[in-house]
């Protein structure tokens, strides 16, 4: 054995716990849910796979879970918080609170929701001849390397009857806080249809687009709608790893970027496909579906609970990078400064599928 690891130094107990847990891994810049072959995992009782995606960062993994005609997940409870997105299938959640009492809400494809921190619950698949496929954005890695002990996360009674939710919240209501574009949230724990919420206007980030944030379940963890019409792209722009962006509608590309890169990086999207840009990188979506084209974007970091400095100073409005220009000093970068080749890639794109460009506006001859 040599010195280090007789010292036991540089454990990652997220994977330690995953070899444990004989989970399939799937790795890659960007992973379309509906190819992954997953395997069966005993303990939620679903055939699964962890999704680590390259610019995942260090507190986040992805589940993706297949659960079978007619089948029930196995009863969990977990000290870690997860994001749930419906990719296929129909079906049900039911929740056991700390006090005893039930609640159950039903989901189909491109239903969002939260599981409470640590509260008991158990998915069902409503249908007896269709899977159901759904994937969960995790900050499992973070609690496992924070606490290294799986019975802590795993096996723990505490109650934390502060994040159960309002009743409503759990049958599709929820607070609406409208502050600014880019930080509007819907407080709640469940969305029935992303593709069918009506979005807030976003057109700071260009082209006319909308947007909408979600706080569920009093979670830190993130997760946004975005919404860009036909014929349009967004502003390029920046910031920390691990924001899952995933297609959930309509279709279209993406270009990510370092700074000094000579080259773009390109992952074509539909639904179900999945990317986080990675710590920094520049990327920027556009749209080539004949209809608008919507994507969700799950990490962790949320509005109410943001985590870092930076990312308070930004919700609050102390020093605001996202939306302002990199000439400013800022985070995004404008249609006039951006690589003239980005233009030609988009239009030629949409002339390959024989669609008009709404980006004329931005671009005067
Ligand atoms: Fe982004």
Request: aromatic share 12%.
């Amino acid at each position: 054995m040599n010195a280090i690891a007789q010292a036991r130094y540089g454990i990652d107990s997220y994977k330690d716990w995953l070899r444990k847990e004989g989970l399939r891994v799937v790795e890659g810049l960007a992973i379309n849910c509906f190819e992954v072959e997953t395997a069966e995992w005993p303990r939620v009782g679903t055939r699964a796979a962890a999704l680590h995606l390259d610019g995942r960062g260090d507190f986040c993994n992805m589940f993706l879970h297949d659960l079978g005609p007619g089948k029930a997940s196995r009863p969990q409870r977990h000290v870690f918080e997860e994001v749930i997105y419906v990719l296929e299938g129909a079906g049900s959640t039911q929740l056991e609170l700390p006090n005893g009492e039930k609640r159950a809400f039903e989901w189909g494809a491109a239903s969002l929701f939260a599981i409470p921190l640590n509260a008991k619950y158990r998915h069902f698949n409503a249908s007896g001849s269709e899977r159901a496929l759904f994937v969960s954005t995790t900050n499992l890695p973070m609690m496992l390397n924070l606490f290294h002990n799986e019975g802590f996360v795993f096996d723990n009674s505490f109650d934390f009857d502060d994040r159960v939710g309002r009743k409503e919240f759990f049958a599709g209501e929820g607070v609406m806080n409208l502050v600014r574009q880019g930080n509007n949230t819907w407080e709640t724990n469940f969305v029935p249809d992303l593709q069918k919420i009506e979005l807030p206007d976003f057109s700071d980030r260009g082209a006319g687009g909308g947007n909408l944030l979600f706080l569920l379940a009093d979670s830190s963890m993130h997760a946004h709608v975005s919404e860009m019409p036909v014929g349009t792209y967004k502003k390029a722009h920046r910031h920390g790893p691990g924001y899952h962006v995933m297609c959930v509608g309509g279709s279209g590309f993406s270009l990510m970027w370092r700074e000094g890169d000579k080259d773009f990086e390109r992952v074509e999207w539909t639904h179900g496909v999945v990317f986080p840009p990675a710590d920094q990188q520049w990327h920027q979506h556009f749209t080539t579906s004949a209809g608008s084209a919507r994507y969700l974007a799950t990490g962790f970091g949320s509005l109410r609970y943001p985590f870092t400095q930076a990312r308070r100073q930004e919700i609050l409005g102390e020093k605001v990078a996202f939306s302002t220009s990199v000439r400013d000093g800022g985070d995004q970068i404008e249609y006039a400064d951006q690589d003239p080749r980005i233009h030609q890639v988009f239009l030629a794109e949409l002339a390959r599928r024989g669609l008009k460009s709404g980006m004329d506006r931005f671009f005067p001859r």
